[in-house]
């Protein structure tokens, strides 16, 4: 089983309507949840960090997390042309290692397309 | 403020040759992690460097090695590269580590190798 599992997708959506992206994870005791944007051709960039369980809202996203399902989503309201890019899931494992430190692990991505 | 600066952008090497590759963190950030990045296998944990000190270890064979000097700048090093080596390897800073379960990742634009 992977840490970190994605639908690669391409997920399309037409523009103005809620694009939903999903990820699970394997580690119960994960404390830390990212979302990341890459766009084609450039690295990822950070859009929403999540900790807690319940909903945490910045302008059109949304990241939702349930820690009891191990399920984390980013919900994309009134999606536009220039959402479209891979989005990666990310997840704080805190399992350590010998060493006593933890690593941050990526989902492979999906890819959200936005029709005009 | 400075992003993370990535360097070269592109290299092309047969497979036996080594190669070295730079990454600048954001001034005052301690913490530069590697990741390779190809198109089956998503982002994958190399190694994360913090105050000179590999702190942990992803699942890469011995061949790829990696530094960290006193200013925090970082270069990873892959000997006797074989052609699956091909992809984008991104180093990404953090101010405290990613030992610190809510620490966000700045990527740099990151460095393409191709591996004949």
């Known amino acids: 089983q992977k840490e970190v599992e994605q639908n690669s997708g391409p997920l399309s959506v037409p523009e103005g309507a809620i694009a939903s992206l999903n990820c699970t994870y394997s580690?119960?005791?994960?404390?830390?949840f990212f979302w990341y944007r890459q766009y084609s051709g450039k690295s990822p960039e950070l859009i929403m960090s999540i900790y807690s369980n319940g909903d945490k809202e910045d302008g059109r996203f949304t990241a939702q997390l349930n820690k009891a399902s191990q399920y984390v989503s980013l919900l994309i309201r009134d999606s536009q042309p220039s959402d479209s890019a891979t989005y990666l899931c990310?997840?704080?494992?805190?399992?350590?290692?010998?060493?006593?430190?933890?690593?941050?692990?990526f989902g492979t991505g999906t890819k959200l397309q936005v029709i005009p | 403020k400075a992003g993370v600066t990535q360097t070269p952008r592109y290299l092309i090497k047969t497979r036996g040759q080594q190669v070295t590759l730079s990454c600048s963190p954001i001034?005052?950030?301690?913490?530069v992690s590697w990741y390779q990045q190809t198109p089956g296998q998503g982002l994958q944990f190399l190694f994360e460097y913090f105050s000179e000190t590999q702190r942990n270890k992803g699942n890469f064979p011995g061949r790829f090695s990696g530094r960290q000097f006193s200013n925090s700048r970082s270069e990873m090093n892959v000997s006797t590269l074989e052609l699956g080596d091909s992809a984008l390897y991104l180093c990404?800073?953090?101010?405290?580590?990613?030992?610190?379960?809510?620490?966000?990742?700045?990527f740099g634009s990151g460095t393409q190798l191709s591996v004949l």
């Open positions: 990310a997840v704080n494992i805190r399992r350590r290692n010998s060493g006593g430190y933890q690593k941050v692990t």
């Open positions: 990404a800073s953090s101010l405290e580590g990613l030992d610190r379960g809510g620490e966000k990742l700045f």
């Open positions: 001034s005052g950030h301690r913490s």
């Open positions: 580690d119960r005791v994960s404390q830390s």
